[in-house]
């Protein structure tokens, strides 16, 4: 599922990083492989479980980057936000909220 990651709507800091440090960015490519590969779930249980985590880290990019991977691999809208719902119990609702925020914008965009 990881590959390089598609430049469209990175911004320019983690590009920056990635182009000083390409040891560094291949290393992490190669362990979000891992980590999909470790496990029975499918692509798009693995890209609500790492929105879900996302939303709990209040993790700005890490939301819109899970939401436009869980909306390349078939997630609904409806089902992308329910997993800022769902976090309301265990996050809080101010950061659902923050995360309902990110999941619009990008949802919006990608209309």
């Not at 911004?11 to 920056?16: E, K, S, T």
């Not at 590969?37 to 939303?55: F, K, S, W």
């Not at 996050?91 to 914008?105: E, L, Q, R, Y």
């Amino acid at each position: 599922m990881s590959d390089t990651p598609d430049v469209a709507y990175l911004p320019d800091i983690y590009l920056g990083i990635r182009d000083r440090y390409p040891q560094v960015a291949d290393a992490l490519d190669g362990l979000g492989r891992a980590g999909e590969q470790a496990g029975p779930l499918d692509e798009r249980e693995q890209r609500l479980t790492t929105l879900g985590i996302a939303v709990g880290a209040l993790a700005k990019g890490a939301v819109r980057s899970n939401v436009r991977k869980a909306l390349g691999v078939g997630c609904t809208a409806e089902e992308i936000r329910h997993v800022a719902v769902l976090a309301i119990t265990t996050a809080g609702f101010p950061s659902a909220v923050a995360a309902m925020g990110w999941i619009d914008d990008v949802l919006a965009e990608e209309a």
